[in-house]
């Protein structure tokens, strides 16, 4: 089985398309946060490399399973018409076996240099988004739902790579990052609604409307303001932390609600994901630098 481009480059370019590079690195992200939130005084750096690696193994592993169950629907979507297996450009029979070793690569070396606790969550992770959302959501928009849960995993195994443990600063990394997905996800949702309405996907914004939507996201954005106030009180965190996050929230809050009072929705979606990934962003970078520790 070969793939039906000559040149290596582009073959290499074609295998990470399949593993959704962008996603791996906004999950990479939360997970450093998460890890520089727990670490160690001394000889942490090796430790967080190896978790980086196991875990972006991981997801890049569970990302080409979700190509692979997603390649009927890829076909029908303009935005993914052109990845590598809608476009037979990489056969399913090889990206299974691609899909499989990464897993399996990235479970040994969380298993063999990390912890045991660690390995279990990120394949924890790899089976929601696998094997729960990524067929949930052709029957439910609650798909979106089991979609956050997999994606706020990645800062509670950063969390648990450094303290092998769960704990309560644990829970609240989780329900920060499942508060943040659901607004990001639903503001993909609303500016790309033609496409999902071609695939069929019931989202929220093509079962309902974008009112209802809209307030949905403002709902789950008072969870992440309020999980992050949590894990300030939790966790060993400055005050410079809380005024960075407090401005950030506001601001996305700000643009939360002018949603309500906008003509063109689409455009305002784009800006609300783009806030969104300002805020993440901001969160995860924030900790190391303005913990207490």
Not at 78 to 107: D, E, H, W
């Amino acid at each position: 089985m070969e793939l039906t481009l000559r040149s290596p480059k582009k073959s290499l370019a074609l295998w990470v398309q399949l593993t959704k590079p962008g996603i791996i690195m906004g999950n990479l992200l939360t997970a450093f946060g998460g890890f520089m939130l727990g670490r160690p005084d001394k000889f942490w750096a090796l430790n967080l490399l190896f978790t980086l690696i196991g875990l972006g193994c991981v997801i890049g592993s569970a990302c080409t399973f979700n190509n692979i169950i997603d390649q009927k629907l890829d076909k029908q979507m303009s935005r993914t018409a052109k990845r590598p297996l809608p476009t037979g450009q990489i056969l399913s029979q090889t990206a299974v076996m691609f899909g499989m070793l990464l897993g399996l690569v990235g479970c040994l070396i969380l298993y063999c240099y990390i912890n045991t606790l660690t390995m279990l969550l990120a394949l924890v992770g790899w089976i929601l988004y696998v094997f729960v959302y990524s067929f949930m959501k052709y029957l439910t928009s609650f798909a979106t739902w089991m979609g956050s849960l997999a994606g706020a995993i990645p800062p509670v195994v950063g969390y648990c790579a450094a303290t092998n443990q769960l704990d309560l600063i644990a829970i609240a990394l989780f329900l920060i990052v499942g508060c943040w997905q659901m607004p990001h996800f639903l503001a993909i949702g609303i500016y790309r609604e033609e496409d999902y309405v071609k695939g069929a996907i019931p989202i929220l914004p093509v079962i309902t409307n974008t009112f209802v939507t809209k307030s949905h996201m403002i709902c789950y954005l008072v969870g992440f303001i309020f999980a992050c106030w949590v894990l300030y009180c939790l966790a060993n965190l400055s005050l410079l932390f809380l005024a960075v996050m407090g401005i950030c929230c506001v601001l996305w809050m700000f643009v939360a609600i002018q949603g309500f009072f906008v003509k063109e929705d689409k455009k305002w979606a784009k800006k609300m994901f783009l806030y969104s990934l300002v805020a993440i962003t901001a969160f995860s970078l924030s900790i190391p630098f303005l913990s207490c520790n």
